[in-house]
């Protein structure tokens, strides 16, 4: 139980076993500690991903001891932050797994990286062309209030040094979001974002299943 008890500390401190951590590794896939991690979680809310030489802890969207929460995703960048700016952050990030991973062939990924001037121009025409018709089926069947999000957007410049929240400003939150929880590189100067290891891993091993697939394209193709 010890040595599950090492494995668990770690995946939940770092979210993986990467390669660097051979000795634990090892002990993960002994059938023993494999056997008690599948107790623990079902217990805890996650399911592990073996791919590629690492290991990843994935909390379960309902898991209330490891999901993160709208309020987590509210108050990541201000305390001062509403509601419908995490609204809106989130759809960022959902943009932005859609232009990396959102190919249909067997290999979804779709683009190694993005500039940041392409991701609002994305959202732009995704934002500011939908009817009210698409916003009531996306607020309907995916709980996302669009149409206040869509306000929000249109509401704010594409960047202006002398305001706190812009569309660029808005897209390097949800980027800075995404880059603590290792999922992507920002560089260029904040213009360019690559995906890591890890969140290809994540995407194309455990997310991109053929039905969220499906699910991602119905979403974004309407």
Not at 22 to 37: F, G, I, K, M, S
Not at 42 to 56: H, P, W
């Amino acid at each position: 139980m010890r040595q599950t008890a090492r494995i668990l500390k770690q995946l939940l401190l770092d979210g993986e076993l990467s390669a660097a951590d051979t000795e634990l590794l090892a002990e993960y896939r002994t059938p023993e500690v494999r056997a008690e991690l599948d107790i623990l979680s079902e217990e805890l809310g996650f399911s592990l991903l073996d791919m590629r030489g690492r290991v990843y802890l994935i909390p379960q969207i309902d898991s209330e001891l490891l999901s993160m929460s709208m309020r987590d995703v509210r108050i990541s960048e201000s305390t001062g932050d509403r509601m419908i700016d995490a609204f809106l952050r989130v759809y960022v990030i959902m943009t932005i797994l859609w232009m990396l991973y959102g190919g249909k062939n067997n290999n979804p990924k779709r683009a190694v990286f993005l500039q940041v001037k392409d991701i609002v121009a994305m959202l732009d025409e995704r934002l500011s062309n939908s009817t009210a018709r698409e916003a009531e089926i996306l607020e309907t069947d995916y709980e996302i209030n669009f149409t206040q999000i869509s306000s929000l957007w249109s509401a704010m410049p594409v960047e202006d040094d002398q305001r706190r929240k812009t569309r660029v400003g808005s897209i390097l939150s949800a980027c800075r979001l995404m880059e603590r929880e290792k999922l992507i590189m920002i560089l260029d100067e904040k213009r360019e974002i690559r995906p890591t290891d890890r969140l290809d891993d994540l995407m194309i091993g455990y997310y991109l299943d053929m039905q969220r697939i499906e699910e991602i394209h119905m979403l974004f193709q309407r």
